[in-house]
């Protein structure tokens, strides 16, 4: 009894100044405490997602006492567990699948008895992810985070009850400064209950056991594509339905979105634009959607087996309890922060999804990163003009900065460069010649505006063009960059000789 | 103007537009009141973030303006009582069995 009650040496986090400049940063008197009680943190971060665990290992680099709260079971969040990371492993592996079909032939290898095991390929994916996400928890343990696996509720503006995933009693954990990185969830579609079997979200398009002879994609932004090649190329005969007049969501530049909807359907995927999803019948042997004109007018009734919905993803803070501490979300859901990150209440900050901007895993790390630098330095550092969009289809769609529309609505003049890869020497010896770089420049200055690449390994190459953007360069810049020969580079340089002057090879 | 047109022109050689910046430092001074976020779609924060600020308490109340080089300690002659501070930084009350530990002097299991 006697133990419970002497008094314990205050935590030296308590006692240690953070940084004498962040605001948020509560400087604690020492104080009597009792082993009975869970010593505070200095950051506990909510969520273990790619924005919550890179908060989590930066902060604790910085020096700080630092923890994060994941309720999956599994670190690394939407992205490494049902979205980015498994969807690229069935991307990939369908593509060889095509490929072998379709397109080795061609290039001088006959393959014969070519089959899809589908419960192989959804293994390989399961050893990426898993592999993927006991790294995270390597790396927490390396950098000193502590783990707490278990469903987060803020019951004080310092204070974080944990259920834990375990089935025990919930324990109470205190926190100077507290970031939430809940994420999101996808947004359902009224009418169609999902039930991950045959009305599904990207998690079950992730999941399917075997291949739907036919699908229907209700949204044609980034995912909706994804995951329409993916079960294209395995053999379904996939349609997007889209409520706009061109699919690759809002972000994408309206040529590029023309481009990669004749090269999609080229491959076989069928479109529905300016359609509008009015509801559909679930039946046991089939599912009819119906749809009409986005403008009204003619009405058709499509058959699946299987409806993905994708139609974009919302904020997640169910159970979170943002109304015990007055946290304020905006019509959408989403929590509302002031520049550094910050709620009303100054020492709770939220990052990626749950809040402002591009539901990005990528924008979500850079602003785990500058919340731990506001809370550690006082000082952090996102740019959002030069975050970077890539949609894996193939060949992959990329681009950062403006598009030509948002451009012209500025009233700037600017200039237009683009060069073709079937005029690019490395992606003729690869055979894969689909798709452009076009630069957008300001007419006067000459500095790149917008980068919109398709091509092979797009994703890859903007990284060269956020970093333009980063530093403000030129199209003459890149231009005068040497880029090695032969390579699918060059296509970029050749995009920005043609934004200031002439390229050489078209 | 065409910068790099102008540039390439001259008689000094072009000077590209991208610029080795040295190496990064924080800022000597950094504004930290609360502005919009530059993703948001509105352009002013709700009341709520000011109205805070003015009730709350952290080592001296939050609606004090203070920039990072500042130090923690109220100016000459600005006091503040213990208890104005949020509860958790108040003397802790002794219960009674914390008392009867002291006086026994731990003689008791």
């Known amino acids: 009894m006697l133990k419970s009650f002497i008094p314990r040496q205050s935590a030296r986090s308590l006692l240690r100044p953070l940084n004498p400049g962040a605001p948020s940063a509560f400087y604690l008197v020492p104080r009597r405490g009792f082993a009975s009680e869970t010593p505070e943190h200095d950051v506990i971060v909510i969520g273990g997602g790619p924005g919550g665990y890179v908060a989590a290992i930066k902060a604790a680099q910085a020096g700080l006492k630092t923890a994060c709260i994941e309720k999956r079971g599994a670190l690394g969040g939407t992205c490494l567990n049902v979205g980015c990371i498994p969807s690229k492993s069935l991307l990939n592996n369908s593509h060889i699948y095509h490929q072998i079909l379709h397109d080795v032939k061609n290039r001088g290898i006959d393959v014969e008895g070519v089959k899809l095991n589908l419960t192989q390929m959804m293994k390989a994916k399961e050893t990426s992810v898993t592999g993927l996400t006991k790294g995270i928890e390597y790396l927490f343990k390396k950098n000193g985070v502590e783990y707490i696996k278990g469903t987060a509720t803020l019951t004080g503006e310092h204070e974080i009850k944990v259920n834990p995933l375990d089935g025990g009693s919930p324990e109470t954990y205190n926190a100077k400064n507290i970031i939430i990185a809940?994420?999101?969830?996808?947004?359902?579609?009224?009418?169609?209950?999902?039930?991950?079997?045959?009305?599904?979200?990207?998690?079950?398009?992730?999941?399917?056991?075997?291949?739907?002879k036919k699908m229907i994609v209700i949204g044609g932004g980034i995912i909706g594509l994804e995951m329409g090649s993916v079960w294209s190329r395995l053999g379904s005969d996939v349609t997007v339905v889209e409520y706009l007049g061109a699919i690759g969501g809002p972000g994408m530049d309206a040529d590029m979105a023309k481009t990669m909807q004749k090269i999609l359907s080229k491959q076989g995927m069928k479109f529905k634009l300016n359609t509008k999803v009015m509801g559909g019948d679930i039946n046991t042997d089939s599912i009819a959607i119906n749809v009409e004109a986005a403008k009204g007018g003619?009405?058709?009734?499509?058959?699946?087996?299987?409806?993905?919905?994708?139609?974009?993803?919302?904020?997640?803070?169910?159970?979170?309890?943002?109304?015990?501490?007055?946290?304020?979300?905006?019509?959408?859901?989403?929590?509302?922060?002031?520049?550094?990150?910050?709620?009303?209440?100054?020492?709770?900050?939220?990052?990626?999804?749950?809040?402002?901007?591009a539901m990005l895993a990528h924008k979500a790390e850079e602003e785990g990163i500058a919340a731990v630098e506001y809370i550690s330095k006082g000082y952090g550092h996102v740019n959002y003009g030069a975050i970077p969009s890539v949609m894996y289809t193939h060949p992959e769609a990329a681009w950062v900065g403006l598009t030509e529309q948002e451009v012209k609505a500025t009233g700037k003049d600017y200039n237009i460069g683009s060069f073709p890869f079937s005029a690019n020497s490395r992606a003729k010896t690869n055979l894969d010649t689909e798709g452009m770089v076009k630069f957008i420049t300001d007419k006067e200055t000459d500095r790149i505006l917008g980068i919109h690449i398709i091509g092979p390994n797009a994703g890859e190459m903007i990284a060269e063009g956020v970093l333009a953007l980063e530093y403000g360069a030129s199209a003459e810049d890149i231009a005068r960059t040497s880029h090695a020969h032969p390579t699918l580079s060059e296509a970029f340089k050749e995009a920005a000789m043609a934004a200031f002057s002439k390229p050489i090879h078209a | 103007m065409n910068a790099t047109r102008l540039l390439r022109a001259s008689t000094v050689g072009r000077t590209p537009m991208i610029q080795f910046m040295g190496k990064r430092s924080i800022p000597a001074s950094v504004d930290h009141t609360p502005r919009p976020h530059p993703a948001a779609t509105t352009k002013s924060l709700p009341t709520s973030f000011a109205e805070y600020r003015q009730k709350?308490?952290?080592?001296?109340?939050?609606?004090?303006?203070?920039?990072?080089?500042?130090?923690?300690?109220?100016?000459?002659?600005?006091?503040?009582?213990?208890?104005?501070?949020?509860?958790?930084?108040?003397?802790?009350?002794?219960?009674?069995?914390?008392?009867?530990?002291?006086e026994s002097g731990g003689a008791f299991a």
Do not use: C
């Open chain 1, 182 to 212: 809940t994420g999101s969830e996808a947004t359902p579609f009224p009418g169609l209950e999902i039930d991950e079997q045959r009305i599904i979200t990207s998690t079950g398009a992730i999941a399917l056991t075997e291949v739907p």
């Open chain 1, 298 to 357: 003619k009405q058709e009734t499509l058959g699946a087996d299987v409806v993905l919905v994708a139609i974009g993803r919302r904020p997640y803070t169910t159970g979170l309890g943002l109304e015990n501490v007055g946290v304020e979300t905006d019509e959408r859901g989403r929590i509302i922060i002031d520049q550094e990150y910050r709620t009303k209440i100054p020492h709770i900050r939220v990052i990626g999804d749950v809040t402002f901007g």
């Open chain 2, 56 to 102: 709350a308490q952290q080592h001296g109340p939050l609606a004090y303006k203070t920039n990072s080089s500042s130090s923690i300690e109220p100016s000459a002659g600005q006091v503040f009582d213990r208890n104005d501070l949020p509860s958790r930084f108040w003397r802790l009350t002794l219960s009674k069995e914390e008392m009867d530990v002291i």
